[in-house]
């Protein structure tokens, strides 16, 4: 993918090829399609077609499968991610700079293209004190965020997954051109769930994210497709809320 713009990604974490596919039926006709995240859940269930039949109806596909592996395993994975022409894929900073090169060297194909990587930090699941007590990092949560956004930039990453309220400190320190991936958007009007710290789309872009990454907001409405296009008003627009 190609000089990435603004956009939303649709989370599309469906038990099912079908229930995802019934889905994106709906958006048949409308002048926009989502672009679709898919995750370890569909793809380990359904396999790597729903990826090829996803991008054969025309969408962009991140894949969100984490991976974090030694150098050599995460190289060769990497690889025949590429040869499934994925958009966007990601894996965890904590494997590395080591780890994150060999990731870029695997999915470079032989005429220099390759989809967008990006890293995950810290997952938002991980809090202080499990970060002191089980993982022995002594450090505050912004500072460990920030150092691995840096090193998956030394090792030539295209951005990480983050919070949008860390989206500004992270272009800061990376630059303007470092992607920043944001879930934990919520209308300003929505249900929060289990998200702890939420953003609208509208504030996501004042806050710098490059892409915001939306679940049930659109999965679980009941007018999907209206709740995806009020994500684009609002995000890529810049409409207010
Ligand atoms: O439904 P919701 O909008 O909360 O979905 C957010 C999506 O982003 C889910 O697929 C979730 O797994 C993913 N995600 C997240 N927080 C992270 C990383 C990924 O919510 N730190």
Redesign the pocket.
């Known amino acids: 993918m190609k000089n990435p713009v603004r956009d939303v990604i649709v ?1 599309c ?1 469906f038990p099912s090829a079908e229930d995802v596919l019934s889905f994106l039926a709906k958006f048949d006709g409308r002048p926009r399609k989502p672009f679709v ?1 898919i ?1 370890m859940e569909l793809f380990y269930g359904a396999g790597p077609d729903i990826v090829r039949t996803v991008k054969k109806r025309g969408h962009h596909v991140f894949l ?1 499968l984490k991976l974090h592996d030694i150098p050599n395993t995460v190289r060769r994975t990497m690889r025949v991610l590429s040869a499934l022409d994925v958009d966007l894929c990601n894996l965890h900073a904590a494997g590395t700079v080591a780890m994150m090169q060999a990731a870029l060297e695997g999915l470079t194909r032989p005429d220099g293209t390759r989809p967008l990587l990006i890293a ?1 930090t810290q ?3 991980t809090d202080q004190t499990m970060l002191e007590n089980e993982l022995l990092i002594p450090r505050p949560m912004a500072e460990v965020v920030l150092h691995y956004a840096k090193n998956a930039k030394d090792a030539g990453l295209d951005g990480v ?1 983050c ?1 949008p309220l860390e989206a500004k400190t992270v272009h800061d320190a990376c630059g303007a051109d470092f992607l920043t991936v944001t ?4 209308f300003a009007d929505g249900e929060i ?3 702890k710290r939420v953003m609208t789309p509208a504030e996501a872009r004042k806050a710098g994210s490059d892409f915001i ?5 659109i ?2 409405s009941p007018d999907p497709v209206a709740a995806y296009e009020r994500c684009v008003r609002e995000f890529v627009e810049g409409e207010d809320a």
């Open positions: 989370a974490d995240k995750g969100d995950v997952l938002t699941s997954v919070s879930p934990g958007v919520r769930g289990d998200q990454v939306v679940g049930r907001p999965t679980a």
